[in-house]
């Protein structure tokens, strides 16, 4: 077989553990899924992948939208920046794939998205947005203790205290969530690919 006449293989599945069938779903999940389906097109897998186990589906996506959704400091698109950089550093392919499609939505700024994606560390970045990815790269080191000169830093760049805890909890959860897809081998739909492009 010549190079060119090669195949990709593709595991459809969303996770290693199976699904669900959505016949067997609790109202409150299917209730989501629908949602999905009518704002996006489509369910995503890690919705699918965590249906599994239904208590840590409502807890998992509870505190997800707290995080990515709920009031703070931070722009949505700055959270999904931490969430591409953090993913991007442990390589994690669901979550670069599908909030790098969402970077690329709510930020509108393919080029950016696609450069934290490979390397935030030589994106063309604000002052701001470097600092906050430097720090959201510390907490996803092992062994992460905050210093008080990061925090000052982090202040001095422009970022409170609540902003400050925004930014670790969003890279702490994400670290958490690559794991958690690294364990499922959680793979990222084919319409996160050519959104926002």
């Known amino acids: 077989m010549k190079p060119s006449d090669?195949?990709?293989?593709?595991?459809a599945s969303p996770?290693?553990?199976?699904?669900?069938?959505?016949?067997?779903?609790p109202p409150d999940i299917s209730d989501v899924y629908e949602k999905n389906r009518a704002?996006?097109?489509?369910?995503p897998n890690v919705f699918r992948a965590y249906a599994r186990r239904p208590e840590h589906f409502r807890a998992f996506m509870q505190y997800h939208d707290v995080l990515m959704r709920g009031p703070s400091g931070l722009s949505r698109?700055?959270?999904?920046?931490?969430?591409?950089?953090?993913s991007g550093e442990n390589r994690c392919l669901y979550c670069v794939v599908a909030h790098g499609a969402a970077l690329r939505v709510i930020g509108?700024?393919?080029?950016?998205a696609e450069q934290l994606a490979v390397n935030?560390?030589?994106?063309?970045?604000?002052?701001?947005?470097?600092?906050?990815?430097a720090f959201a790269s510390r907490v996803n080191e092992p062994?992460?203790?905050a210093s008080d000169e990061e925090l000052d830093a982090l202040r001095a760049a422009g970022f409170a205290d609540d902003d400050i805890w925004d930014i670790a909890a969003v890279a702490a959860f994400f670290g958490f969530s690559n794991?958690?897809?690294?364990?499922?081998?959680?793979?990222?739909?084919?319409?996160?690919?050519?959104m926002g492009r």
């Open 6 to 11: 090669a195949t990709f293989l593709r595991n």
């Open 179 to 194: 794991r958690m897809a690294g364990l499922m081998n959680m793979r990222p739909n084919d319409e996160f690919y050519t």
């Open 39 to 43: 704002k996006i097109g489509f369910v």
């Open 120 to 133: 935030w560390r030589t994106a063309d970045l604000t002052p701001r947005l470097r600092a906050m990815l």
């Open 15 to 25: 996770s290693r553990f199976g699904e669900p069938g959505e016949s067997a779903l």
């Open 77 to 86: 698109a700055e959270r999904e920046a931490i969430v591409v950089a953090v």
């Open 108 to 112: 509108k700024d393919a080029v950016l």
């Open 143 to 145: 062994g992460f203790s």
